[in-house]
């Protein structure tokens, strides 16, 4: 027998001799791969509308939330500069530092809230909820295109697709994502998040294309909007730095971090580098910061902050919007004490584990 061509569950087969067409069932172990396939390819295409929607939903109490005391009265209640879109608004919005915050873009969004809703609540919260679902569909798509190429194939479909959904799910409905979504003073969270994830995206596919003009450019043009959005989104730059590291390997390794192609890609994560300068030099100036820390206490509280939300991730308990500074910070306080080893313990973990568990470091 010759080539065959697979159409349906039969089989179209040439014979050598003769040419003449034979037709065959197709063998059950043909058709696994294709079975394999086409449930790959479901999954695919539906699991971020799944975590989209089972987002939704869970934040579906929110609608019946209402403007609080914390911010909500002095952005919305007694705020008449947002309520629309017209000249004389765009001009506040993009030109304000309401309570020390440079967001025009969010500032447009809720204008436009007040064009649709009014001074209705629920319609503010359902924005924020669809800004929500759709950013647990762009973890899902980043998700998986991460474990893919981390995987280099030694994954099957289905498999990287499950994890990314869970991955997604983890993100989208942990109790810390709640103040976000259901505040509406933190639009600006969800809403600068939404461009900051797009800007992911964009950047993993142009570094996978030889021309890649077109997602490059849109990958950037999502970081601007996100700082627009809010300027917490400075840290962007140091992500796609890491990801060049891990897992996209354009960095590091048997590439190296000085040769030529380390310094094409140098190149393209330059602008993302100065936008994210202009921003945080933005918002100094816009908080007008009163005393600062000793350098001690800032390395007590930026260690203490990464030990305290890695323990609210695992166990979110006793979550409240708003952490106090004490008064003075003890840098040998116990709290911060404990930090200290904790921290730099899993460092430690994760720099010898890094060529087992490259992922983890």
């Known amino acids: 027998m010759g080539r065959g061509l697979a159409k349906g569950k039969r089989v179209l087969r ?60 002095a952005n919305f209640l007694a705020n008449q500069h947002y309520r629309g879109l017209g000249l004389r608004e765009l001009q506040w919005m993009w030109t304000t530092n309401h309570l020390g915050h440079y967001v025009p873009l969010s500032w447009m969004s809720l204008g436009l809230d007040y064009l649709l809703w009014g001074m209705s609540p629920a319609g503010y919260h359902l924005t924020s909820m669809l800004l929500h679902a759709a950013n647990a569909a762009l973890v899902f798509l980043i998700a998986r295109r991460i474990f893919s190429v981390a995987s280099a194939g030694s994954r099957r479909s289905d498999d990287i697709i499950i994890a990314s959904l869970a991955s997604s799910l983890f993100f989208s409905l942990h109790p810390l994502r709640v103040e976000s979504v259901a505040w509406i003073t933190e639009r600006r969270d969800v809403q600068s998040l939404f461009f900051l994830l797009i800007s992911v995206l964009f950047h993993l596919e142009s570094s996978m294309k030889e021309r890649a003009g077109r997602a490059y450019g849109i990958a950037l043009a999502a970081f601007v909007c996100a700082l627009l959005s809010k300027a917490t989104t400075v840290t962007l730059p140091v992500v796609l730095l890491i990801l060049n590291v891990y897992p996209l390997g354009r960095l590091g390794g048997a590439t190296g971090y000085f040769g030529a192609n380390a310094r094409r890609i140098y190149l393209e994560l330059v602008p993302f580098f100065l936008l994210s300068a202009a921003a945080g030099i933005g918002s100094i100036l816009a908080l007008t910061p009163g005393r600062q820390l000793a350098i001690s206490e800032k390395v007590a509280v930026s260690m203490y902050s990464l030990a305290f939300y890695l323990k609210q991730t695992l166990a979110p308990f006793n979550l409240s919007p708003l952490y106090e500074m004490p008064w003075r910070v003890d840098v040998l306080a ?28």
């Open 14 to 73: 040439f014979a050598q001799d003769d040419n003449s067409l034979h037709v065959e069932p197709m063998t059950r172990r043909a058709r696994k791969p294709a079975k394999a396939a086409a449930r790959a390819s479901a999954l695919a295409t539906y699991a971020p509308f799944v975590a989209a929607a089972l987002t939704f939903l869970a934040f579906l109490p929110a609608l019946q939330g209402q403007f609080i005391s914390w911010d909500d009265r």
């Open 334 to 361: 116990m709290r911060f004490v404990v930090s200290y080893a904790v921290i730099v313990a899993l460092t430690v973990i994760a720099w010898h584990a890094r060529s087992r568990w490259p992922g983890a470091v």
